[in-house]
């Protein structure tokens, strides 16, 4: 019979209910999940720095290929080829006079891709010069939800389907290269464990037994602040719950709302076909999807870009109807609705990254012409506020809540 030692058993706080926990020392690929609200605290998937280095270097050398190099091209009547990448769209959508939806999209289909291998390279060199690593592990727990290669990936069939009705469409050089940095780039998010590296560059016995051990919610730590109130790991300024986050969280929900009426009434995009000038809306893109026969993408697109937004906010709403008037709602339920929310926020960017792709192909001046709508900077102005409103969402406040209502029934 194997008996467990009680030194190697650490006491801590769950970072999402506050529950506490006396957990064994396990193994890397072992499971740990919160009795109470069922969260995986290690979902058993790690990988070694060094494995996540060596594909973090491959991502940096896939990416002047997979962002310079043509993804797809068309060919018109008249023999002229037309190639669109990455960065040919964000450049275009700039010089349209929109630089913040422009810097949107730059951002996630360029900008945290690349944080994302630059953070884990800075990790493994500075950790033998010795630099400050606290900055970047906590970057790397904030940024799995703007990573969106994947989503891009998506816009770039749908954008090659558009294009089917007006020119013939081929594949470009480039990519290859965007699909395997696509899937390295998910591998290195599902098995990249921030918390295992806080413990791997700053161990730290855990202190939940200590009557002022509060936990951080950006390393995970459970103990008492230090002198200046910040936590003993991170150096993050420590709270017994996240300062003004039922506030935050509704500020960005009603901005969201308010932002998704000019979002969905004004044109997304507009053509220009032989001189007649056609404007579409979000909706109207969905209709017209269907009547080109186009079934698949009509319901990709209708999904991503007008149900998705519409159901995270209600979700959103009545999770935080539910805290503010302490529910006796199954608080399970509502962290696996919270859960879901963070999963789906980020497909609502598929429209945006489709126009950038539309803009490259046929935003010349020819025969037929693609230009931006002004509700796209509303529409990527209201997802990146649906995102920030749950990530200041402190899931704790539901268990505060529903025991709140126990207490009180």
Request: hydrophobic share 50%.
């Amino acid at each position: 019979m194997n008996h467990i030692n009680h030194s190697d058993i650490i006491s801590q706080h769950c970072c999402y209910c506050n529950l506490k926990l006396s957990i064994p020392s396990h193994d890397t690929q072992q499971v740990v999940i919160c009795p109470r609200c069922h969260s995986q605290l290690d979902d058993g998937r790690s990988w070694s720095l060094n494995r996540l280095f060596i594909l973090s270097i491959t991502l940096l050398m896939l990416a002047p290929i997979a962002f310079w190099q043509p993804l797809i091209s068309i060919h018109l009547l008249l023999g002229t080829q037309i190639y669109a990448n990455v960065i040919e769209g964000i450049r275009l959508i700039n010089s349209q006079g929109d630089p913040f939806t422009a810097s949107i999209i730059a951002f996630c289909a360029i900008g945290a891709p690349l944080l994302l291998p630059i953070s884990i390279v800075y990790l493994y060199i500075g950790r033998r010069v010795r630099l400050n690593l606290r900055p970047v592990l906590l970057i790397l727990s904030r940024l799995k939800e703007w990573v969106m290669l994947d989503v891009y990936l998506i816009g770039l069939g749908i954008a090659a389907i558009k294009m089917q009705d007006y020119a013939s469409v081929f594949l470009g050089n480039g990519l290859i290269a965007f699909i395997t940095m696509t899937v390295i780039s998910l591998l290195i998010l599902i098995h990249l464990n921030v918390e295992q590296l806080w413990q791997l560059f700053y161990p730290k016995k855990e202190q939940a037994n200590d009557p002022h051990a509060l936990t951080c919610q950006a390393c995970h730590y459970t103990g008492p602040a230090n002198s200046r109130g910040v936590c003993q790991r991170c150096h993050r300024p420590l709270h017994y719950r996240e300062p003004y986050s039922l506030q935050k969280t509704w500020a960005a929900l009603i901005a969201a709302m308010i932002l998704l009426f000019p979002a969905n009434l004004m044109p997304i995009s507009v053509v220009y076909l032989n001189g007649q000038r056609m404007e579409d809306t979000i909706y109207s893109g969905v209709v017209s999807l269907i009547e080109s026969g186009n079934w698949p993408i009509a319901i990709i697109v209708f999904i991503a870009s007008i149900l998705v937004p519409f159901i995270k906010i209600l979700i959103m709403i009545l999770l935080l109807c539910s805290i503010q008037r302490c529910s006796q709602t199954d608080p399970v339920l509502r962290m696996k609705l919270l859960k879901f929310v963070t999963w789906i926020g980020r497909w609502s960017m598929l429209d945006l990254f489709v126009i950038a792709l539309m803009m490259t192909l046929i935003n010349r001046d020819q025969l037929m012409s693609f230009t931006m709508g002004p509700a796209a900077l509303f529409f990527g102005i209201a997802v990146i506020l649906t995102i920030l409103a749950v990530e200041w969402l402190d899931s704790r406040l539901i268990w505060d809540s529903y025991g709140k209502s126990k207490s009180t029934k």
